[in-house]
């Protein structure tokens, strides 16, 4: 056999050897591929946001696409500060330049973070599918915590409190994702500094994952921050609220007692990524610098959204599906426990064959709750109510008088996907 036949060795780390593609990412090449074919699909499954960038923050990356220097490894001072700023007038933290850190997105800040803090990873179910493959990458260890339906899916403080009793004094990072990805459910102000009174009882360490907080549907969001202030880590981000997902940046607000690990990820972060780009830096300056046009767009983006998720959850529970109250972000989760029967006789028995059928049936693209942590058998599903044209939609809001409501003759002309494709399931549902 010649050199050039021989077949190269290649060893996998067993920490990614059964890695496969973000379900998030597989779903929109899936649905993207689907598309090419000729089929029609709705797409469900990619949680992107419809919305442009606003164009004052697309104006501030023209005038800076310029910039070619490598930027501090932390991130621009001047966003640092901003971002400080805003943290101290929107969470009333005592916080400056000093404690935040810029990466080319939340994703990888987070992935920095559980790689120089040596502890258990906390995630309640469900959640964000990559918190746990980062976790299994590094070889930390994770910690499921169920969440019940009658708790709209959300962690509870007692749960928290016999996790960390159980084994007490071990370090652990808990993460909090609210609003919430997969469920849209926010957490009340009552459940917040409970959750934070037992965080600080065990010494726990939150990361608070706030990137749909500006998405909140009444503007509303309230940090955990405010009431763990010593514990905590902010996470956010251009990616939701600013629809910039592809300009990849994300921010981290540390408190000063946690300085050290702020300082040992910018260590990691000079050996691995060096700076995130630059020109997208200086437009996030004026992207969370805010103005009377970007708090427009917000309550704009807010409000769309939120009728599109009350009409999708209206047919949904016509139907007998259970669903959380929609209460930020862009997603629905779905439960089809009383169709179980029914599926079972068409040969479904799990939410990832309840996906797979639904799209080959009806076109419409989703993700299966075991993607987001929860049993095979449970017949939940992730729906992101996105698959719509922001900029259109955005522009047709801003004609309506200020407190008329948007109606679902609007939603049917800006919006069809998402109620034809709502349709599309409960009728397939009927016809079981």
Same mark, same amino acid.
């Given at each position: 056999?010649?050199?050039?036949?021989?077949?190269?060795?290649?060893?996998?780390?067993?920490?990614?050897?059964?890695?496969?593609?973000?379900?998030?990412?597989?779903?929109?090449?899936?649905?993207?591929?689907?598309?090419?074919?000729?089929?029609?699909?709705?797409?469900?499954?990619?949680?992107?946001?419809?919305?442009?960038?606003?164009?004052?923050?697309?104006?501030?990356?023209?005038?800076?696409?310029?910039?070619?220097?490598?930027?501090?490894?932390?991130?621009?001072?001047?966003?640092?500060?901003?971002?400080?700023?805003?943290?101290?007038?929107?969470?009333?933290?005592?916080?400056?330049?000093?404690?935040?850190?810029?990466?080319?997105?939340?994703?990888?800040?987070?992935?920095?973070?559980?790689?120089?803090?040596?502890?258990?990873?906390?995630?309640?179910?469900?959640?964000?599918?990559?918190?746990?493959?980062?976790?299994?990458?590094?070889?930390?260890?994770?910690?499921?915590?169920?969440?019940?339906?009658?708790?709209?899916?959300?962690?509870?403080?007692?749960?928290?409190?016999?996790?960390?009793?159980?084994?007490?004094?071990?370090?652990?990072?808990?993460?909090?994702?609210?609003?919430?990805?997969?469920?849209?459910?926010?957490?009340?102000?009552?459940?917040?500094?409970?959750?934070?009174?037992?965080?600080?009882?065990?010494?726990?360490?939150?990361?608070?994952?706030?990137?749909?907080?500006?998405?909140?549907?009444?503007?509303?969001?309230?940090?955990?921050?405010?009431?763990?202030?010593?514990?905590?880590?902010?996470? $956010?981000? %251009?990616?939701?609220?600013? &629809?910039?997902?592809?300009?990849?940046?994300?921010? =981290?607000?540390?408190? /000063? *007692?946690?300085?050290?690990?702020?300082?040992?990820?910018?260590?990691?972060?000079?050996?691995?990524?060096?700076?995130?780009?630059?020109?997208?830096?200086?437009?996030?300056?004026?992207?969370?610098?805010?103005?009377?046009?970007?708090?427009?767009?917000?309550?704009?983006?807010?409000?769309?959204?939120?009728?599109?998720?009350?009409?999708?959850?209206?047919?949904?529970?016509?139907?007998?599906?259970?669903?959380?109250?929609?209460?930020?972000?862009?997603?629905?989760?779905?439960?089809?426990?009383?169709?179980?029967?029914?599926?079972?006789?068409?040969?479904?028995?799990?939410?990832?064959?309840?996906? $797979?059928? %639904?799209?080959?049936?009806? &076109?419409?693209?989703?993700?299966?709750?075991?993607? =987001?942590?929860?049993? /095979? *058998?449970?017949?939940?599903?992730?729906?992101?109510?996105?698959?719509?044209?922001?900029?259109?939609?955005?522009?047709?809001?801003?004609?309506?008088?200020?407190?008329?409501?948007?109606?679902?003759?609007?939603?049917?002309?800006?919006?069809?996907?998402?109620?034809?494709?709502?349709?599309?399931?409960?009728?397939?549902?009927?016809?079981?």
């Amino acid at each position: 056999m010649s050199k050039q036949n021989e077949k190269i060795n290649v060893s996998l780390n067993l920490n990614v050897r059964n890695l496969g593609t973000s379900a998030t990412l597989a779903i929109n090449e899936r649905s993207n591929q689907l598309i090419r074919e000729g089929k029609k699909v709705v797409k469900f499954g990619l949680g992107q946001s419809p919305f442009p960038v606003p164009p004052q923050v697309v104006e501030s990356l023209q005038k800076n696409a310029f910039q070619k220097d490598y930027l501090p490894v932390r991130g621009l001072y001047q966003l640092r500060e901003t971002i400080a700023r805003f943290n101290r007038k929107a969470h009333g933290l005592q916080c400056t330049a000093e404690d935040v850190i810029i990466g080319p997105g939340s994703k990888e800040l987070i992935f920095l973070l559980q790689m120089v803090y040596y502890g258990d990873l906390v995630i309640p179910t469900p959640s964000w599918v990559s918190y746990s493959p980062q976790a299994q990458i590094i070889g930390r260890p994770v910690t499921w915590v169920p969440t019940f339906e009658e708790d709209n899916w959300m962690l509870t403080p007692e749960k928290l409190d016999i996790i960390c009793r159980a084994d007490p004094g071990r370090p652990r990072i808990v993460i909090l994702n609210y609003p919430n990805n997969p469920t849209g459910a926010t957490y009340t102000l009552p459940r917040l500094k409970e959750i934070a009174a037992v965080a600080r009882r065990h010494k726990v360490i939150l990361i608070s994952d706030e990137i749909y907080g500006l998405l909140h549907h009444k503007g509303q969001h309230v940090s955990i921050s405010r009431f763990y202030p010593e514990g905590t880590i902010i996470s $956010s981000g %251009l990616s939701k609220w600013c &629809g910039a997902g592809g300009w990849r940046l994300g921010t =981290f607000t540390f408190p /000063p *007692e946690l300085r050290e690990l702020l300082d040992a990820m910018a260590a990691v972060a000079s050996e691995t990524y060096t700076a995130t780009s630059a020109p997208i830096q200086y437009a996030a300056i004026t992207a969370f610098e805010g103005s009377p046009e970007i708090d427009e767009y917000l309550r704009l983006s807010r409000k769309i959204l939120h009728a599109i998720a009350l009409a999708m959850v209206k047919r949904l529970r016509r139907t007998f599906v259970r669903v959380p109250d929609p209460e930020g972000g862009f997603y629905l989760f779905p439960n089809f426990e009383f169709y179980k029967q029914k599926l079972i006789e068409h040969d479904i028995y799990t939410s990832v064959e309840l996906c $797979s059928r %639904l799209l080959a049936d009806t &076109g419409v693209a989703m993700l299966s709750g075991r993607d =987001f942590g929860r049993q /095979p *058998e449970e017949l939940t599903v992730r729906m992101a109510y996105v698959d719509f044209d922001g900029t259109k939609a955005l522009a047709e809001a801003g004609k309506l008088n200020g407190t008329k409501e948007i109606t679902e003759t609007f939603l049917k002309k800006y919006c069809p996907n998402m109620i034809n494709g709502t349709n599309l399931i409960c009728d397939w549902l009927k016809n079981l």
